[in-house]
């Protein structure tokens, strides 16, 4: 008999009949997004056989140069979810406000958000990068347009998020929260499916590797100087340094990070006083990932989960990874400790 292959879409419905009540609107939500993945994964794959690298004219609402692919990633994206009547509205980094579902298409009650190709600076340089998506249940009455206060919802009350990393292969991680497991699925391009390749992820407690932008050493805080200080000093159990590894895109990083063991953190600064990352779109759905899967996610004082978003692209410090390490690191922040 053949080996049982699960892909994507079973594993969704068999986890939705768990719930009675389920209407299978969340089933249609994750394969549009599925769906959104593999358009993505194509274009990004064959990006360099296509005029479709380098930069676009425009910035974004974060002053960015807009690459090609991330407008296309952001369209892709949108147009799969706009129609199928799951969703009321939507939010990402590459728009300024929300999305409204057009007119023409039902409303539902899902509340997307997105990061439709997160590190896309480093796209020319053939380097991974990922789409990254959180769900949230509206907050505003049925049968109306989805509003911003939708949108600002504390990532605690996310319903699922995820992420699509196009690396060497490309994968679909996935989380309905605590309890519900970690799974990533890698795509086989022979099928054209997401097939379960990680079941039940888990992130060791402790970290091997620690991620981050080291140039910004001199613009940090006493208290980041000191852990980044004290984290590459020779750890007396291992009998050697942390490891260092920064790909500079945060879906590779923290992929790597979940299944080896890491931290990455992206602190404030006197260059970015508020850090540099989304709240919403970036450190939600990586803070509810990592989370599931048994680790930790802070600003350097607050559990990023609870935080209440004020607007959409509100920017927070992140310290996310193996959880001893990020516990360590709010030890730093807080003046407990120096060494
Ligand atoms: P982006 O959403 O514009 O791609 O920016 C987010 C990216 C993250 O993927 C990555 O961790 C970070 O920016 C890298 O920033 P830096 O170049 O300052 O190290
Ligand atoms: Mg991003």
Redesign the pocket.
């Known amino acids: 008999m053949s080996k049982k292959i699960i892909t994507l879409t079973r594993h969704i419905i068999e986890e939705q009949r768990k719930f009675p009540e389920a209407t299978g609107k969340f089933t249609d939500l994750m394969n549009d997004i599925a769906f959104a993945a593999k358009l993505i994964s194509y274009h990004t794959n064959k990006a360099g056989l296509m005029d479709i690298l380098g930069e676009t004219a425009e910035t974004n609402v ?1 002053g ?1 140069v807009v690459k090609k692919l991330d407008a296309f990633a952001n369209e892709t994206m949108i147009n799969a979810l706009d129609h199928g009547g799951h969703t009321c509205v939507m939010a990402c ?1 590459e728009e300024e406000d929300i999305i409204p579902i057009p007119d023409q298409y039902p409303l539902g009650k899902y509340v997307v958000l997105f ?1 439709p190709l ?4 480093n796209i020319d340089a053939n380097v991974s990068v990922g789409t990254i998506f959180s769900i949230y249940t509206r907050v505003t009455p049925d049968g109306r347009p989805g509003t911003v206060e939708d949108c600002l919802q504390p990532g605690v009350k996310q319903v699922c998020a995820g992420y699509v990393i196009y690396g060497s292969s490309t994968m679909l991680v996935y989380t309905t929260g605590n309890g519900h497991g970690v799974h990533g699925f890698t795509l086989d391009p022979s099928y054209g499916e997401f097939i379960l390749s990680h079941p039940n992820i888990q992130i060791p407690k402790k970290a091997k590797i620690y991620s981050v ?1 080291e140039s910004n050493f001199d613009f940090w805080d006493q208290s980041i100087k000191n852990y980044v200080h004290y984290i590459k000093q020779i750890d007396k159990a291992t009998g050697r340094p942390m490891n260092s590894r920064y790909i ?4 590779s ?1 923290v992929h790597r990070n979940l299944l080896y063991g890491g931290i990455f953190l ?1 602190p404030a600064s006197s260059k970015a006083p508020q850090g ?2 989304r709240l919403i779109y ?1 450190a939600n759905p990586m803070a509810f990932i990592v989370e599931a899967a048994g680790g930790k996610a802070s600003d350097g004082k607050n559990r990023i989960l609870d935080i209440k978003p004020e607007k959409l692209h509100q920017r927070v410090p992140l310290f996310i990874g193996s959880e001893e390490d990020v516990t360590m690191v709010e030890e730093f922040i807080a003046g407990k400790r120096t060494k």
């Open positions: 974060q960015e980094e990061d997160d590190g896309s600076s932008n500079g895109s945060m879906v990083d992206y540099k990352l970036e």
